[in-house]
């Protein structure tokens, strides 16, 4: 794409796509932004049109597909001149790195542009009640509570953790409980940084110092963004002060714990530690579990669909998105997006298919090898065993199982896993994975074994067996 033809049509002005997206969430709603939006970069501008990226082809195909109009109505509106949109597929490694030379300046305009709409505003669906506990979570969750029952056991509240954990939704969930008593300033880093430079120019700090100290409740979302902002960091220092000393509730996340924050006066990291410091961790399997179930019930009860998500599916989403709840959710939701179009499930496969930027399967490495190392070492027999011809029973089903697996997790063909396996028919292969399909519908144990394998070989974790 980077020949000098496009280059000379490029056009001056700079759109700014955060803000775009931003303009797309509010008229698309939460469920297919997160599940689809928020995966599109800008890539480039051109006089009459311009070009996004999307991590895969499932993706640019549903979006071409659904919202393409809207996305194009929605940029039309800031330049007139734009007529079509073209797509490319970059996968996700690139995709990151686009990402990070992207984000600050389109977050540094659209914040500029968006700060009266999106300024304190309380989310009111992200509450204590939807807010699904389990071992992960749990002190974040119980410290959030208590501060809203007023009780100052401590101050400030301190939560940490990585992306997509449910920090926000935690801050969130208390301003809208004490925002009915008291008077509530939520708020992230970077805006308060915004806010505060647009004082600067306005000539305008007495307000400013006055706005903020008069809050009951200040939470500040993402506090690692404010690094090295020293003229800033001061303000806050002072203003942390004066709420510490007349009694204000002051909680604040970050990604990770005071101590690690670079950039940040020692003092401030001295002022945080002094308080409760919790953190929020990886989901763990039970809670990503009812995270699933939950959701899926609330998104079939809300289009009050017939089809319910596969037990199978609900399995596989869970043992292979295990970082993050933010995609989790995305997964769900795209899961019951594609059901509602198709009027079906999508089967494992296409499940993949439909989430393969979210998975980090190891598909393509995934040897036929590892799978019979893997279902040897599990079931307890050899090798050679398993590639002889004989047919004893506990040497039947451990073939099998490894022929199943074969065909689910590879791409290879029929004829392929045949001769893979000691020059079997490929009938005999055909035979070996419907013996399984059945006896995995049928068999609760087996549908256990046959999971637990599938994320031993994904996940390379033989040292599990
Ligand atoms: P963070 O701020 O840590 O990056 P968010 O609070 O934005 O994460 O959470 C990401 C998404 O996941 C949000 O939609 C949030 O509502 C949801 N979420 C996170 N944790 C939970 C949870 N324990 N129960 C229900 N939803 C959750
Ligand atoms: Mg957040």
């Known amino acids: 794409m980077k020949n000098t033809s496009f280059e000379k049509t490029l056009s001056k002005s700079n759109l700014d796509w955060a803000l775009i997206q931003l303009e797309l969430k509010n008229k698309l709603g939460t469920d297919i932004y997160d599940s689809w939006i928020r995966k599109i970069n800008l890539v480039e501008e051109f006089n009459n049109y311009i070009l996004l990226s999307v991590p895969t082809r499932f993706i640019r195909d ?25 797509f490319k ?6 995709q990151k790195s686009i990402n990070q030379k992207k984000t600050p300046d389109s977050v540094k305009v659209s914040f500029i542009k968006d700060s009266n709409v999106q ?51 935690l801050l969130n969930s208390i301003g809208h409980e004490m925002n009915k008593n008291n008077k509530v300033m939520f708020i992230s880093a970077e805006r308060f940084m915004y806010q505060f430079v647009k004082s600067i120019k306005l000539n305008d700090m007495v307000k400013f110092k006055e706005y903020f100290r008069n809050t009951d409740v200040l939470l500040i979302d993402d506090i690692q963004f404010m690094n090295g902002k020293e003229a800033m960091q001061e303000e806050f220092f002072h203003t942390f002060n004066a709420l ?53 019930n609330e998104l079939i009860s809300l289009h009050s669909d017939k089809l319910n998500v596969s037990e199978e599916i609900q399995n596989f ?37 439909i989430l393969k930027d979210l998975l980090n399967l190891r598909e393509n490495n995934v040897s036929i090898d590892l799978i019979q190392t893997i279902v040897c070492k599990f079931f307890k027999i050899s090798k050679n065993e398993m590639l002889s011809s004989r047919r004893s029973r ?7 199982t490894a022929i199943y697996l074969t065909k689910t ?14 020059n079997r028919d490929h009938t005999t292969i055909i035979h070996s994975v419907k013996t399984i399909e059945e006896l995995k519908n049928k068999d609760l144990e087996m549908n256990e074994n046959i999971n637990k394998l599938k994320n031993i070989i994904l996940y390379n974790k033989e040292n599990e067996i």
């Open 244 to 296: 510490f000393d007349k009694g204000s509730r002051i909680v604040v996340s970050a990604d990770r714990p005071p101590n690690k924050l670079a950039r940040i006066q020692e003092r401030i990291k001295s002022r945080f530690s002094g308080g409760l410091v919790v953190d929020i961790q990886k989901p763990e399997y039970a809670l990503r579990k009812k995270i699933i179930d939950h959701k899926t």
């Open 89 to 94: 597929i970059v996968e996700i490694t690139e």
């Open 317 to 353: 989403i869970s043992s292979t998105i295990t970082t993050n709840i933010r995609e989790l959710v995305g997964a769900i939701n795209r899961v019951v997006s594609f059901s509602r179009i198709y009027n079906k499930l999508p089967s494992l496969p296409e499940t993949k298919v």
């Open 409 to 422: 997790l590879t791409s290879k063909s029929l004829p392929e896993i045949g001769r893979d396996f000691s």
């Open 119 to 169: 300024y304190n505003r309380i989310d009111p669906n992200k509450r204590f009640e939807n807010f699904l506990v389990g071992s992960s979570n749990k002190i974040a969750f119980e410290a959030s509570k208590k501060v809203t029952e007023n009780i100052s056991y401590y101050n400030p509240l301190y939560i940490y953790g990585g992306v997509g954990l449910g920090k926000t939704h």
């Open 394 to 400: 506990y040497l039947v089903r451990p073939r099998q």
């Open 62 to 86: 549903w979006i071409t597909s659904r919202y393409l109009d809207q996305i194009l109505q929605t940029l039309k509106k800031h330049k007139s001149e734009i007529i079509r949109i073209e």
